[in-house]
């Protein structure tokens, strides 16, 4: 059994920097893929970011190309989410999830653990 636990949020100003990671315990990870998804306030949950495990191919959501970065240790068993130029719109309570498929896709469907989350708020 997977279990997965965010750290790292927190509240930040906007251009802000946050840098979250996700613990994997239950299982050495060698293959799947990770991906963080958020659930902004009266909003669904919506796919931020995601890696394969054995290649470290990313995947992000258009929103955030270019100021998030996802990456993972394999030594450690983490995956970490570095947030840069933060901006309001990103407050969201922020979950990893853990998938067997090797692409880490933005359907939730397809996700077998998931994370307590973490909170991430960014005024303005």
């Known amino acids: 059994q997977v279990n997965l636990v965010e750290s790292g949020g927190g509240l930040v100003q906007a251009g802000g920097s946050l840098r979250l990671s996700c613990a994997v315990s239950?299982?050495?990870?060698?293959?799947?893929?990770m991906a963080w998804f958020r659930r902004a306030p009266g909003k669904e949950r919506a796919f931020v970011a995601g890696?394969?495990?054995?290649?470290?191919?990313?995947y992000y959501t258009d929103s955030v190309k270019g100021r998030f970065t996802i990456s993972r240790d394999n030594a450690k068993n983490t995956v970490d989410l570095q947030m840069n130029s933060l901006e309001p719109e990103d407050t969201a309570l922020y979950y990893c999830?853990?998938?067997?498929?090797?692409?880490?896709?933005?359907?939730?469907?397809?996700?077998?653990?998931w994370g307590q989350g973490t909170q991430v708020t960014v005024s303005a």
């Open positions: 890696i394969t495990w054995s290649s470290g191919n990313t």
């Open positions: 239950g299982r050495t990870l060698s293959s799947g893929a």
């Open positions: 999830a853990r998938t067997t498929w090797s692409i880490a896709t933005s359907n939730s469907g397809i996700y077998y653990a």
